[in-house]
T-cell receptor, first 118, second 113 residues
């Protein structure tokens, strides 16, 4: 079974600075998807960024970027120019590719609580 | 607005009662799934469906039933509520094409007393 580990229960960063959230995963598959989701106090799950394992280029979405190291099974999220609205729980998640059969569903890490200091 | 709609948003049940959490999506997504979120545990997969009439178990299926009679709806049934089922429940739908991803509902906070 796949597992996702987020080793930082809580991180704190000054507004306008850069922070990196860590995520490692364990899988025997070669093709899969990785995600970062943001959950603010409203509890809505918001997709931040997505990475497909077969793509070597790291995904980027505005101030959010990932460092995907497939061999090391590492998928960290970098948030640049941190803003107060970035404060939330951040979850790393894994999904086997659709070529892996008829299964569905995400495997989540336990999350990292990100605090933005004004 | 297009998306995933969950009802109710809050519910209190007594031990032994049954209820159904509703989930509906209007995006014609093929895949739907249910998760529970407990403090410090992240989200865990309960059941999923890859199309109408097709369902399967996830990581924590015990005490829950699902069915998928239409593409739009994927209800989650608690057969006999237990305090261990106190949690926040999320429904999600996903598409399989370009830009693959999951859309989540806003969640149901369930308390079993």
């Amino acid at each position: 079974a796949q597992t996702v580990t987020q080793s930082q229960p809580e991180m704190s960063v000054q507004e306008a600075e850069t922070v990196t959230l860590s995520c490692t995963y364990d899988t025997s598959e070669s093709d899969y998807y990785l995600f970062w989701y943001k959950q603010p106090p409203s509890r809505q799950m918001i997709l931040v960024i997505r990475q497909e394992a077969y793509k070597q280029q790291n995904a980027t979405e505005n101030r959010f970027s990932v460092n995907f190291q497939k061999a090391a099974k590492s998928f960290s999220l970098k948030i640049s120019d941190s803003q107060l609205g970035d404060a939330a729980m951040y979850f790393c998640a894994y999904r086997i590719s659709f070529s892996g059969g008829g299964a569905d569903g995400l495997t989540f890490g336990k999350g990292t609580h990100l605090i933005i200091q004004p | 607005n297009a998306g995933v709609t969950q009802t109710p948003k809050f519910q209190v049940l007594k031990t032994g009662q049954s209820m159904t959490l509703q989930c509906a999506q209007d995006m014609n997504h093929e895949y739907m799934s249910w998760y529970r979120q407990d403090p410090g545990m992240g989200l865990r997969l309960i059941h999923y469906s890859v199309g109408a009439g097709i369902t399967d178990q996830g990581e924590v299926p015990n005490g829950y039933n699902v069915s998928r009679s239409t593409t739009e709806d994927f209800p989650l049934r608690l057969l006999s509520a237990a305090p261990s089922q106190t949690s926040v429940y999320f429904c999600a739908s996903s598409w399989t094409g370009q830009g693959y991803g999951y859309t989540f509902g806003s969640g149901t906070r369930l308390t079993v007393v």
